[in-house]
T-cell receptor
């Protein structure tokens, strides 16, 4: 079946601009996670949704980062006033529920110039 | 911080078994051992997980010591496509994943 998909696969933006990154989880998965991966590092947790609500947003680095999942399926990660330090691969994962294995998408590579 | 320790890199000859070690001496009773791998420019790929018993699937085997303080991922017949960074993770059932730096496995032709 279809896995987790993320769009766009690559995004180049200028410092100070606003970006949105989209995640389509595996159908029927209620839990959805966002991670960020900088070059040479392992992924770092950002936020986790159970259904429509953010169950844990402790990994969001500051208030420029926000994520939504209004209908409990697709999620959008929003970054305001982007900075060069936001450049990274943003990964999305989903699981049947919070107790089950997480499956990752291919990621969105964000470059802030 | 990650609760696991892995060697930064390993080499394995193509066709041989690759044995990747992981130490998790502070693992709690309700934490599972998970393994993921990440091939260059792709998202992490789930491999296998276990709690106490050894596990095997079509990709790999997971051997967990009796005291659960360490484990070994075994790829029985490594191929060039197994070249990747392998992450060992301990995770309670409903917790987020905390990744360490993993082991960079090089398969040598």
């Amino acid at each position: 079946g279809a896995g987790v998909s993320q769009t766009p696969s690559n995004k180049v933006t200028e410092k100070g601009k606003y970006v949105e990154l989209r995640c389509d989880p595996i159908s029927g998965h209620t839990a959805l996670y966002w991670y960020r991966q900088s070059l040479g590092q392992g992924p770092e947790f950002l936020i986790y949704f159970q259904g429509t609500g953010a169950a844990d947003d402790s990994g969001l680095p500051n208030d420029r980062f926000f994520a939504v999942r209004p209908e409990g399926s697709v999620s959008t990660l929003k970054i305001q006033r982007t900075e060069r330090g936001d450049s990274a691969v943003y990964l999305c994962a989903s699981s049947l529920n919070s107790l089950q294995t997480q499956y990752f998408g291919p990621g969105t590579r964000l470059l802030v110039l | 911080d990650a609760k696991t320790t892995q060697p930064p890199s390993m080499d394995c000859a193509e066709g041989r078994a690759a044995n990747l070690p992981c130490n998790h001496s502070t693992i709690s009773g309700n934490e599972y051992v998970y393994w993921y791998r990440q091939i260059h420019s792709q998202g992490p790929q789930y491999i296998i997980h276990g709690l106490k018993n050894n596990e095997t699937n079509e990709m790999a085997s997971l051997i967990i010591t009796e005291d659960r303080k360490s484990s070994t991922l075994i790829l029985p017949h490594a191929t060039l496509r197994d070249t990747a960074v392998y992450y060992c993770i301990v995770r309670a059932g409903d917790d987020k994943i905390i990744f360490g730096k993993g082991t960079r496995l090089h398969i040598l032709p």
